[in-house]
Nanobody
Framework: VQLVESGGGLVQSGGSLRLSCAAS????????MSWFRQAPGKERELVAV????????YYTASVKGRFTISRDNAKNTGYLQMNSLKPEDTAVYYC???????WGQGTQVTVSS
């Protein structure tokens, strides 16, 4: 089982990034997918959730209206579109699914003011 995050980088405040999560080794389409983030010195926090058929989504209050979670089950890939980025969004972003406790290496997002 692998979850590989990509798409992070350094962006100015107000900018955008699109993160990807490539899943392999299990039937991705059957499971809910989530994005988490962990800032330095802070606990990992849930950012967004999408269910298996993309009907249901959830966002933590601080990103609602700015971030959009999506998935392409045919490509075994999930996405997090991040717009209007703020310095407080700086963190390592991880994807996760309900299939076991597997985590990728994460992708660093840094937002400069």
């Amino acid at each position: 089982v692998q979850l590989v995050e990509s798409g992070g980088g350094l962006v100015q405040s107000g900018g955008s990034l699109r993160l990807s999560c490539a899943a392999s080794g299990f039937t991705f389409s059957r499971y809910r997918m989530s994005w988490f983030r962990q800032a330095p010195g802070k606990e990992r926090e849930l950012v967004a959730v999408i269910n298996s058929d993309s009907v249901y989504t959830y966002y933590t209050a601080s990103v609602k209206g700015r971030f959009t979670i999506s998935r392409d089950n045919a490509k075994n890939t999930g996405y997090l579109q991040m717009n209007s980025l703020k310095p407080e969004d700086t963190a390592v972003y991880y994807c996760n699914t309900d299939f076991g406790n597997y985590w990728g290496q994460g992708t660093q997002v840094t937002v400069s003011s």
